[in-house]
């Protein structure tokens, strides 16, 4: 097998995929600063059994872990447009909805994903921690606020850090889904181009590369900052 492997195009379809990790990256680093602080407000709610919104929330995880994010994809993909071009009409809002950038939805669909994974990673995360600290924090004068931000969060981080990576590894490679939104990240270019003469082993085995490195880089760096908060906890200790 591998003397049949074109390797002239697995050298340029690897090129090819690295020119998507921009797309790529921006998806995901938009969806986590949507989901994070959303997953924290809606894990409050859980942990401290806020009655509408606990409720809504276990809802909704349970809609994202019973459906593959395909299906999810797909859902948002052709319901979203149709609601805003009725909308749109209605209102007589000179908008072409078909013509937004498929970017738009990637946004939407991941961030929706994301968040009810993070929701559950800072839930069991919350747990972990002496809520006496919270009291504590509170009987020294510092608001519900300054608790969370100077004592339960950093606490809350270094806890959440290995259950944050890997929420963030999944994201990475579920935007390999973006091909469902015609999104031109690593993996819709890479098999456009093994279109022409069919070299698709050799477009797999680039894209394959090109998220192994990606993901072993975010995992490193994720290593890196777990490292800095446990000797921050340390030194507060």
Aim: one cysteine or more; proline letters at 3%.
């Amino acid at each position: 097998m591998a003397e049949g492997l074109n390797i002239s195009f697995l050298w340029e379809a690897f090129f090819i995929a690295l020119s998507g990790v921009p797309i790529t990256l921006l998806v995901t680093i938009v969806a986590l600063v949507i989901a994070l602080p959303t997953g924290f407000i809606l894990a409050l709610s859980r942990f401290y059994r806020i009655p509408l919104l606990r409720q809504i929330a276990s809802v909704y995880i349970s809609f994202v872990r019973g459906t593959p994010i395909i299906v999810q994809i797909f859902i948002i993909y052709s319901s979203i447009p149709l609601m805003l071009d009725i909308l749109f009409k209605k209102y007589n809002i000179g908008i072409n909805i078909y013509e937004i950038h498929p970017i738009w939805y990637a946004f939407i669909v991941f961030s929706f994903n994301t968040t009810a994974i993070l929701i559950e990673v800072f839930r069991s995360a919350l747990q972990s921690i002496d809520q006496g600290q919270y009291e504590a924090a509170q009987s020294i004068g510092l608001t519900s606020v300054q608790a969370y931000r100077r004592i339960i969060i950093p606490q809350l981080l270094v806890v959440a850090m290995p259950n944050l990576c890997t929420a963030t590894v999944n994201l990475i490679k579920a935007t390999s889904l973006g091909y469902a939104f015609s999104l031109q990240e690593i993996t819709l270019r890479t098999k456009v181009a093994a279109n022409m003469n069919y070299n698709y082993i050799e477009a797999y085995l680039a894209i394959f590369i090109v998220y192994l490195l990606l993901c072993s880089a975010v995992e490193y760096g994720f290593k890196v900052y777990e490292n800095r908060l446990a000797r921050y906890q340390l030194r507060m200790a």
